[in-house]
C-alpha cells in the first residue's frame, strides 16, 4: 500500500531523514519506534506533506507520488492524526469532523454511521465544544475526523500521548478494528511501547533519522526490540 525508497528530509542546512526506506501494507499496523528526537514525527509530517521531502520516492497504492502539498496527499488517501490532537476547540464536535469533507466530493458530504460505532462519545457530544471535551475525548475527535476522508494510509502520531489509560485501551481496539477490515494501512509512531508492541504486524526502528531495524513482531521478541528503542 505505502512504499518509501531512500526518503531524505532536511530543515534548513540539518537533514533530519537519512534514506529510510519502508513498507506498510494493507490490512496491517506498521510501528515506527524509537527514542525521543531520532525523527519519528519529521517522517509522519513528510509522508503527509506537512514537510516537503528533499528526496526520494513514495508510491501509494501503485501510485508514484512526488512531492505535494498536504491538503492534495490527503486527496489522494492520506489521513495523519498529528500529536497533540490538534482539533480545533472552538468548533463543535460535529464542525471539527465536518473539517475532513474539503479533500472528499460534494457527493461524500456526510458523516459514516461507522464512525460513531467506533467512537459512541462523539454522538452523545456531536453539539459540545472541542476545547470542553478531556484529552482522552479528543483524541478520538483527532482520529474520527481522519476517518472521515476515508484514508487508503492512517498515519497515528503519539495517539497515546497523555491519554487516561481506559481511553488507551479503546483507541487500542478501535486501531484492531480498522487493521482487520484489510482495506487501509496503519503506520503508528508511538512511544509507549507495551501499546505499541502489542498492536504491531511490522516494526521499524529509527535512530538519528535511519533505519536501524525493521522486522516481522512474530520474529521479534519483547526482549530482542526493547534494548533498539531505549536510551
Known amino acids: 500500500m505505502l512504499k518509501l525508497d531512500d526518503f531524505t528530509l532536511h530543515y534548513g542546512h540539518s537533514q533530519i531523514l537519512h534514506g529510510v526506506s519502508l513498507e506498510a501494507k494493507a490490512g496491517a499496523v506498521t510501528c515506527v519506534m524509537g527514542t525521543n528526537g531520532v525523527g519519528k514525527t519529521s517522517l509522519i509530517r513528510a509522508i503527509c506533506g506537512q514537510h516537503q521531502r528533499s528526496g526520494g520516492g513514495m508510491v501509494l497504492d501503485g501510485e508514484e ?19 497533540g490532537r490538534e482539533i480545533f476547540p472552538q468548533l463543535t464536535v460535529r464542525e471539527n469532523m465536518e473539517t475532513g469533507f474539503s ?3 460534494k457527493s461524500e458530504h456526510q458523516i459514516p454511521d461507522e464512525v460513531f460505532d467506533l467512537f459512541p462519545i462523539l454522538k452523545d457530544f456531536i453539539d459540545r465544544r ?3 471535551l478531556s484529552g482522552g475525548q479528543q483524541q478520538q475527535l483527532a482520529i474520527a475526523r481522519a476517518l472521515i476522508t476515508r484514508p487508503k ?5 503519539e495517539p497515546t500521548e497523555g491519554i487516561q489509560p481506559n481511553v488507551i485501551q479503546q483507541i487500542g481496539e478501535v486501531i484492531r478494528l480498522l487493521r482487520d477490515r484489510g482495506d487501509m494501512a496503519i503506520v ?3 512511544q509507549y511501547f507495551d501499546f505499541a508492541y502489542d498492536l504491531a504486524d511490522h516494526i521499524v526502528v529509527l535512530r538519528r533519522g535511519e533505519v536501524i531495524f525493521e522486522g516481522e513482531k512474530a520474529a521479534t521478541s519483547r526482549e530482542e526490540l526493547l534494548p533498539k528503542v531505549s536510551v
Open 65 to 83: 507520488l512526488p512531492p505535494m502539498p498536504a491538503h492534495r496527499l490527503a486527496q489522494k488517501g492520506v489521513a495523519v492524526v498529528p500529536q
Open 103 to 105: 479533500c472528499l466530493p
Open 130 to 132: 472541542g476545547g470542553d
Open 153 to 157: 494510509l492512517l498515519l497515528l502520531d
Open 188 to 190: 503508528l509512531v508511538e
